[in-house]
């Protein structure tokens, strides 16, 4: 049981496909993440939403496009992506972002291979 | 340096071991910790906050070394089921993005 979805859970695409990631959380909270999880790598922050602003782009290549139209929902758009870009991709929100003893809570992930 | 750090391990280890994490951090502005547990395939999911002065769940014991910078994770009795791997993460303040460590792969085995 999870407060927090992603879809599809799975994706392969081509390198020439546009795809979009979908993360929707049900706790009420106010800021919503995107992270990249490499084989053998720590979790790599990607970008960072508070009440749907944008607050944080951790140098994440253009071929990644966030989206938080609202604060309950996330999506991550994909366009011309890379070999490398194949990896497990996971959402998380927290209560509030300024509160540092929020802790993260996950969604299922989203595994992407680029062919 | 990195700003966390993590044995990668495998720790493998007998059912019914206590077995011990350490997570080291460079920032001494670090003001929040965590550790979070990830089962094979699956999202990580938080185990504990560390506190100051230490605390306890069960057979997880953490606790908070600030003048040596690091946190650790004690398992007694460990489990089969307790097979995963193990996540910290600190936020610095100021900051109120946590930093994972690459985690901490543990094996119980009968």
């Known amino acids: 049981e999870t407060g927090v979805t992603q879809t599809p859970r799975h994706l392969v695409m081509g390198m020439t496909n546009k795809k979009s990631l979908k993360c929707e959380q049900h706790?009420?909270?106010?800021?919503m993440y995107w992270y990249k999880q490499s084989a053998k790598k720590p979790l790599e922050l990607m970008f960072v939403?508070?009440?749907?602003?944008?607050?944080e782009n951790n140098s994440v290549p253009s071929r990644f496009s966030p989206e938080c139209p609202n604060s309950s929902h996330l999506f991550l758009h994909l366009h011309t992506l890379q070999p490398e870009d194949s990896a497990l991709y996971l959402c998380?929100?927290?209560?509030?972002?300024?509160?540092?003893?929020?802790?993260?809570?996950f969604g299922p992930g989203t595994r992407l291979t680029v062919l | 340096r990195k700003e966390v750090e993590q044995d990668p391990g495998p720790f493998n280890v007998p059912e019914g071991a206590t077995v011990a994490f350490n997570c080291t951090y460079s920032?001494?502005?670090?003001?929040?910790f965590f550790w979070y547990r990830q089962d094979c395939r699956k999202e990580p999911k938080l185990l504990m906050s560390?506190?100051?002065s230490g605390n306890e769940d069960g057979r997880f014991t953490a606790q908070l070394n600030r003048a040596s910078q690091y946190i650790s994770l004690l398992i007694r009795d460990s489990k089969l089921s307790d097979s995963a791997t193990y996540l910290c993460?600190?936020?610095?303040?100021?900051?109120?993005?946590?930093?994972f460590g690459r985690g901490t792969s543990l094996i119980v085995h009968p």
């Open positions: 560390v506190y100051s």
């Open positions: 706790l009420g909270h106010n800021a």
């Open positions: 939403y508070s009440l749907e602003e944008r607050v």
């Open positions: 993460a600190v936020k610095r303040g100021g900051s109120y993005i946590p930093t």
């Open positions: 998380a929100s927290s209560q509030e972002l300024a509160d540092i003893y929020n802790e993260q809570f």
């Open positions: 920032n001494s502005a670090s003001q929040s």
